[in-house]
């Protein structure tokens, strides 16, 4: 069945330090890709989406590629702030949606 | 525009009570969601409903049940309360397309945090 998987943490980074989170997905179609992020004690709000294949989606300095050749929608900034320390959760949207198990990051100063 | 609502905030059951969670959205979606949040599992999906009137199980459905009597509100309810549903829960809403799943982005409430001693 579809499934995400992405790279489990937690991820300690240092302010201006560039940010990686992997993110690979099964799909048995043509999935539109997310990532959202949750703020301590908030719910998860929607930071960028591709919904086809090499769409870039990009918001507040992040973004992702949807690759279809590596099944991939990997989330990079190129220089992280504190406030940025958040849970990072991908997901994907075709006959269902599915979200991965999120990955906590902590930006030190 | 208040996006999705959710009450309570927080709430502490004992062991075989029953509670209502609400949920409430005011952008004329179609669809909504709930879904539980435990450490190390993300999230999941508990029901599931594409239109007034019309609810769908998802992943973990057991001891919870749900209605969608109004279009902007998606109730849940747990009827026999047990520690292991001790969680966080969350509301969502999106757009439906037509011909099934909706393939938009969920809007999510701030969730409710449920201890179930």
């Known amino acids: 069945g579809d499934s995400v998987t992405q790279m489990e943490g937690p991820v300690t980074l240092s302010e201006e330090a560039f940010l990686t989170i992997n993110c690979t997905y099964t799909?048995?179609?043509?999935?539109?890709l997310f990532w959202y992020v949750q703020y301590p004690g908030e719910g998860l709000q929607l930071l960028l989406k591709?919904?086809?294949?090499?769409d870039k989606g990009s918001n507040k300095g992040f973004e992702a590629t949807y690759r279809k050749e590596t099944t991939s929608f990997h989330l990079e900034k190129g220089s992280v702030q504190v406030s940025d320390s958040a849970v990072y959760f991908c997901a994907l949207s075709f006959n269902q949606f599915y979200f991965g198990t999120g990955t906590s990051l902590t930006v030190i100063p | 525009n208040a996006g999705v609502t959710q009450t309570p905030k927080f709430r502490v059951l004992k062991t075989g009570q029953s509670m209502t969670l609400l949920c409430a959205q005011d952008?004329?979606?179609?669809?909504m969601y709930w879904y539980r949040q435990d450490p190390g599992m993300g999230l999941r999906l508990i029901h599931y409903?594409?239109?007034?009137?019309?609810?769908a199980k998802g992943e973990v459905p057991d001891g919870y049940n749900v209605s969608r009597l109004k279009k902007q509100n998606f109730l849940l309810g747990l009827e026999s309360a047990a520690p292991s549903q001790t969680s966080v829960y969350f509301c969502?809403?999106?757009?439906?397309?037509?011909?099934?799943?909706?393939?938009?982005?969920?809007?999510f409430g701030p969730g409710t945090r449920l201890t179930v001693l």
């Open positions: 591709a919904t086809k294949a090499d």
């Open positions: 952008m004329n979606h179609e669809y």
């Open positions: 409903s594409v239109g007034e009137g019309t609810t």
């Open positions: 799909a048995t179609g043509y999935p539109s």
């Open positions: 969502a809403s999106s757009y439906g397309t037509s011909g099934g799943w909706s393939r938009n982005e969920q809007f």
